[in-house]
């Protein structure tokens, strides 16, 4: 730009300098959430001692400062990633430094369990994905998907819903929702939108991560809760839960939801379109256009097929249950990159924002468990339901577990109610087999917050909705779960021979 000279010699001030800048708004309610969190973390750690609860036992469970600081702290988290005040990778960090800052625990407990086994599970999941991605499989099955359901957006979603609660028959809901994510992103690619966010790729993606849930309670390889449940149930009852037995029993319940999260979508969020017209045609020339399976394309299912084998064999295999499925799952990456189907390029672009929110997950989630402030809120609710109906008693179970299971792992919330729900069941009159299954339907379907699942998570890699918004539309559809866990209790189950009271 040329500068003009003003009288006296001295060069005129150039006038575009501030023309396209805008004054910075600030956002006042960010910063009120923010306060609001760091309010909730601050009245609750230095507030007066808690009185302690106590169990139908009349067994004491005291409120320690660290435990109260963990309640806060919880809190703050879920305030701060509902609203996505920061990005939801550093709301993680803030319940490590938290923890550390405040003695609530130490620093290195807290930041170790950012890369524990089941973050770094994730992590393999996540780059299974990016293999399918890179290697042109995703865009593959998701033509194949649409030439079997046709143009008909309401039936392109029930397809991804089918799609991805088959697979955690078979797989972890971590892996299929993994599996499963960049064929949605492919589909929705053609939905004629680009990548802004809509009806129909909200529907698609929060559907995807639901039913991801409700498809993997029907087996036992759908996720480690069922193991694990199955387990503390043995050492309460003594008596083990057969593979089959769980899926006669959770089948029914398990794709009922699927349906009915497909129901919901197409009502609540219904898609702009209610067809992409030419579609079919599109997908055959696309079809065309990409070829026959190359040999990237081939190792990777080798590998991917190796994997979930070799995981689904340790239901079987005594032998291979000591190995950890973190570690079998990071083979797939080591081999990805071994056999140079994926770079340092790829590496470069994990989503480390969805890994360090399960970091943090997994910190939340055992600090209130190590406190010993999540036994202090079980005991305190459950004994609410000592002298209630037993199916009230019951759905109380399924509440707790669902909003535990919302924001620590779904592992550690059946942990934590499982031990108290047992004993007032027994005192209530009440079959252990009741509290193990609804317990373990409720965990698998954290429809609220990122991270109560990896597939959640996953699916918000999407940029289709918010921290907000899958808050929203999980409130009606938790509600939608109790009720059909009700009526599974009251008539399906006792049908299939669960006994449900003691006689």
Known sequence: MVKEKRPGGLPEPPKEIYVGEKKRKINWKRIFFIFLGLACFFAVYFSPPWPDAVDPLGKHFP?????????????????????????????????????????????????????????????????????FTKTGLTKRIAYKMLEIVGERTSMILLGAFVVTAVLTHFMAHTAAAATVFPILLAINSLYGESEKPTKFGKALFIGMAYAAGAGSIVTFLGAARGPAAAGMSKEFTGRDIGFFELTKYMFL??????????????????????????????????????????????????????????????????????????????????????????????????????????????????????????????VNWLAMFKDAPWIIFVLG???????????????AAIAISLPVSMVIAEYLGVSPDVIFYVSLVAAGMPFLLLIGAAPNAIAYQSGQFTPGEFFKYGILMSIVLILVIAFFVVTIWPFLGMPILLK
Not at 256 to 279: A, D, N, R, S
Request: proline fraction near 4%; aromatic fraction near 12%.
């Open 63 to 131: 409120l320690s400062q660290q435990a109260k600081g963990a309640i806060g702290l919880f809190l703050m988290a879920g305030i701060w990633w509902v609203f996505e005040v920061v990005p939801i990778g550093i709301t993680s960090i803030a319940i490590g430094v938290f923890q550390a800052l405040f003695a609530i625990r130490s620093a290195k407990d807290a930041f170790r369990d950012f890369m524990d086994p089941s973050v770094m599970f994730i992590f393999g999941s996540v780059v299974i994905g990016i293999a």
């Open 253 to 378: 319940i398990g794709w009922l939801m699927v349906f009915l999260i497909w129901l919901y979508f197409i009502i609540v969020l219904k898609p702009e379109k209610p067809v992409i017209k030419g579609l079919k045609e599109k997908v055959k020339h696309m079809m065309k256009e990409i070829g026959p399976m190359t040999i990237q394309e081939k190792l990777v299912i080798i590998i991917i097929i190796a994997v979930v084998l070799f995981m689904s064999a340790q239901s079987f295999v005594p032998a291979l249950q000591p190995l950890d499925r973190a570690a079998i799952m990071l083979c797939s990456t080591l081999l990805f990159f071994l056999l140079g189907i994926l770079t340092v390029k790829e590496l470069e672009e994990i989503p480390w924002n969805i890994i360090l929110l399960f970091g943090g997950a997994m910190s939340i989630g055992f600090c209130l468990w190590k406190t010993g402030a999540a036994h202090w809120i079980a």
């Open 397 to 411: 179970v399924s509440v707790f577990v669902l909003i535990m299971t919302n924001f620590i792992m779904n592992v």
